[in-house]
């Protein structure tokens, strides 16, 4: 199994600004996912973070607004840009071991004001 | 497209027997995938299926046909804590994980 800490749990934050979220694995993955859930809908994926090169994002995210960095096997990061009330959700990162189980932090609850 | 489709709410009694349903339409298969949520916190695994049958674990059982696209989840002697969302997710062809929208699951003493 994989424990993936993730942060902060939660934040409101000014229409305008941007925040990072941080998840941190105690584990080396190659790939790193980060999903948003907005209330009562399922889980989109926004990109999948490889350790060295750029990531690859999913139809309707675009990296100006979500970029991602992958410094190592076991850390990334999810900066949302620019931020607006629409950007209100909860951000999951995920990493997967083999092809038979996910594993995600715990996400950030994020409210844009 | 790719589509999955669950109930959005159900309700059970505690002590009793509910059946999650879950039917998908994806690009490729290569396993099944059932986690609880509950809320305000992450989802957590709990079962896979890539062949057809029932897979049992404890309270909880779940179940697959690939010929008709149909999973269900089957949990037994209901508890309060059991109360949460249940998610139903396929790996496609792709090996990208295509997430249901959930169903809730609401339990009464």
């Known amino acids: 199994s994989a424990v993936i800490s993730q942060k902060p749990s939660r934040d409101i934050c000014q229409r305008g600004t941007s925040l990072t979220i941080q998840c941190q694995v105690d584990?080396?993955?190659?790939?790193m996912f980060w999903y948003r859930q907005q209330p009562g809908q399922s889980l989109t994926l926004i990109a999948t973070a490889n350790q060295g090169s750029e990531a690859t994002y999913e139809s309707g995210f675009v990296i100006d607004k979500f970029p991602i960095s992958r410094p190592n096997l076991t850390f990334s990061t999810l900066t949302v840009s620019n931020m607006s009330p629409e950007d209100s959700s909860i951000y999951l990162c995920?990493?997967?071991?083999?092809?038979?189980?996910?594993?995600f932090g715990q996400g950030t609850r994020l409210t844009v004001v | 497209g790719q589509n999955i489709d669950q109930p959005t709410e159900m309700t059970a009694t505690e002590g009793a027997i509910v059946q999650i349903n879950c039917t998908y339409q994806t690009s490729g298969f290569n396993g099944l995938f059932w986690y609880q949520q509950h809320a305000g916190e992450a989802p957590t695994f709990l079962s896979y299926n890539v062949l057809d049958g029932l897979e049992e674990k404890g309270r909880f059982s779940s179940f697959l046909s690939r010929s008709k696209g149909y999973s269900y989840l089957l949990l037994k002697e209901l508890q309060m804590k059991d109360s949460a969302s249940y998610l139903c997710a396929v790996r496609d062809s792709n090996y990208q994980l295509i997430w249901g929208a959930g169903t809730k699951l609401i339990i009464k003493p």
């Open positions: 584990s080396q993955v190659t790939m």
């Open positions: 995920s990493v997967e071991q083999g092809a038979t189980e996910a594993f």
